[in-house]
């Protein structure tokens, strides 16, 4: 006698499981999706900090070194009788004093005058300087490990440095043996001697002679300031521009650039009475002991459809060749 086994028939999901599966499904995959598009958010908005930051360290950086090393003379201190060779009578002499290391600018004070005695006139990138940025021209002596390797006579054109120096045709080169300073354009090098123009001039009656091992230092000025960015069609960048070469972009991002002089008014006082003015209000830039720096960088490009990220830096600097009382 065989059994008949009742079996239950098998069914599948009906339409209503499959449309809540269907409905968790979605609502899983929309959250996925929301953490991916809020991570993939904070990313951008940390990699655009992250560029406005580091655009703003650059540019304080750069002309942070070139302030700690203004008015730095090597041995050349005090009164010292300087010859400037380079002075041709042009209107762009003004920024080859190698006394006065520090000067600026009001972005509301450079006009086509000041941009001429810093041949700026005809540098492309500063044709369009931004209209509420300040200008800052340092001036430096850098260090090219040379010296005289035997004495410079009057109307001599050769410098013989006794080793290669770090010197380059167009550089200004600044000669002293600690009494008495002259600065002149390098024409040639090779690794005996340096070739200088000394505009049909030769060395004044108190400076006919420069012995042998006297110290051969790169004179640089140095000029800051914001301008439309080259790279990129709607940033602005920070533009420096070094003797009167052509004007190189450092940074871009950079849209505003202030600076504050702290003269000390007394420098014969013990202690430092330091104020902070602008360039126009400052009674003389020799008596400025330190400098605060305001920058603001921004990531150039838009984050998170917004406007690009925008944040102000700043940072005070000694200059530590002045003395401060």
Sequence with gaps: MSKILNSRPQAGFSLVELLVAMLLGVVLLGGAISVLMGNLQTFRANNGIARVQENARFALEEISRDLRSTSFMGCATGDVRIQNLVSDGSSTDGHLDVVQGLNGFEHGDIDNTVKTELGLAAESAATNLSTTSDLIVIKTLQDVGARLGAPLESGSSNFATGSAADLGAGDILFVSDCKKGALAYVTAVTSSDVTVNLNSKELSSDTTRFEGDSILNKFEVNTYFVAPSSIHSTASSLWRKTNLSAAEELVVGIENIQFLYGENPDPSAETASVQYLEADEVSNMDNVIS???????????????????????????????????
């Design 291 to 325: 400098v605060r720096i305001s920058v603001t960088a921004n990531s150039i490009e838009a984050v998170g459809g917004q406007n690009p990220i925008t944040k102000d830096f700043a940072i005070t600097v000694v200059l530590r060749n002045r003395n401060a009382g």
